[in-house]
């Protein structure tokens, strides 16, 4: 048993390891998509924080001024977060990210209720 314990630690070392860069999501992004609708695009910017195992995710969308509220959780090479708006009255929404190697991802959303998805793109801003 013992003799299997360092494969067993590579094992889930490899599982739990994303992409290089994957494990460093403070920071900033631009967003661009495609409302659920299929026809409404978008884009603004994003803010990523570590809040103790999890993430605080900002979205914010100058032309419309609206604000969404995130929890994220990272597996992985997956990101994934529930988000709703402080300021419109609305169901929670979710969108799970695939994460890229240069950082960047892309993502796949809905709300609660919906029969529809949309999608985003998530591009890290250079500091």
Excluded: C, H
Aim: glycine share 12%.
């Amino acid at each position: 048993m013992i003799r299997f314990l360092p494969a067993l630690f590579l094992a889930l070392s490899l599982v739990l390891s994303g992409p290089a860069g994957a494990q460093d999501l403070a920071t900033d992004y631009t967003v661009s998509g495609i409302a659920a609708d299929g026809t409404t695009p978008y884009s603004g910017t994003v803010q990523v924080a570590p809040v103790g195992d999890t993430y605080s995710v900002v979205w914010q969308f100058p032309n419309s001024r609206e604000v969404y509220l995130g929890t994220g959780i990272l597996r992985g090479s997956s990101f994934a977060v529930v988000y709703q708006s402080p300021r419109v009255p609305g169901p929670p929404g979710l969108v799970l990210y695939d994460i890229a190697e240069d950082g960047g991802m892309t993502g796949y959303f809905s709300v609660l209720g919906a029969k529809s998805i949309g999608a985003e793109t998530w591009t890290p801003v250079s500091r």
